[in-house]
């Protein structure tokens, strides 16, 4: 069964306490692996879309990575404006372009 | 452009009511779809239209209907609704890439509607 996992469920960090939140996926083929940051009431805004193992990406103080099995969101020095509920999801191939999403991890950066 | 649109934002049913809710969007994207969010769940996708007049069914579909009749609009029927119906809704739309089958573009999310159902 195709699934997607995300650690922790919740984090809470200090202002400029850098780290990082996890991804495992099991899933039949791997088209595309997606970062999604969502905030209380509003729906997903995407983030960053990571297709092989090695890709990395970048945005502000997030950095995405994927490996063969599970991809890693890092922030580094984070502000409390960073705090929402980080989304990951997998797309497979021959399957309409269907997400299958992790549950979240809520992120809280305390000033 | 305003992106994905979807009205209503908040509705309260009550149990064996009907309703439909409405996503449109202006990207001219071909792929369509409705997700459910629930604490603990996730978001699961409930159906999918890869196309103008084709729907197919996602992970929990049961309960739920769907029409694409025109490329920009993909309505949500529920015929009966039940407590477990309760839920947030998110409409998201794609755009599959032409060029390189290898690749898919993002789907953008609506801003949801937040559905009670007493």
């Known amino acids: 069964e195709d699934q997607v996992t995300q650690s922790p469920e919740a984090l809470r960090l200090q202002e400029g306490e850098s780290s990082s939140l996890n991804c495992s996926y099991t899933?039949?083929?791997?088209?595309?692996l997606f970062w999604y940051r969502q905030d209380p009431g509003k729906g997903p805004e995407f983030l960053f879309t990571l297709y092989s193992a090695g890709e990395e990406k970048e945005k502000e103080r997030l950095k995405a990575t994927l490996t063969k099995k599970e991809s890693f969101l890092h922030i580094t020095a984070p502000k409390p404006e960073d705090s929402a509920t980080y989304l990951c999801a997998a797309v497979i191939y021959n399957q309409g372009g269907k997400l299958i999403f992790g549950q979240g991890t809520e992120l809280s950066v305390k000033p | 452009n305003a992106g994905v649109t979807q009205t209503p934002k908040f509705r309260v049913l009550k149990t064996g009511q009907s309703m439909t809710l409405l996503c449109a969007q202006d990207m001219n994207h071909e792929y369509m779809y409705w997700y459910r969010q629930d604490p603990g769940m996730g978001l699961r996708l409930i159906h999918y239209?890869?196309?103008?007049?084709?729907?197919a069914k996602g992970e929990v579909p049961d309960g739920y209907n769907v029409s694409r009749l025109k490329k920009q609009n993909f309505l949500l029927g529920l015929e009966s609704a039940a407590p477990s119906q309760t839920s947030v809704y998110f409409c998201?739309?794609?755009?599959?890439?032409?060029?390189?089958?290898?690749?898919?573009?993002?789907?953008?999310f609506g801003p949801g509607t937040r559905l009670l159902v007493l």
């Open positions: 998201a739309s794609s755009y599959p890439n032409p060029v390189n089958a290898a690749t898919q573009e993002t789907q953008y």
């Open positions: 899933v039949s083929g791997l088209r595309g």
């Open positions: 239209s890869v196309g103008e007049g084709t729907t």
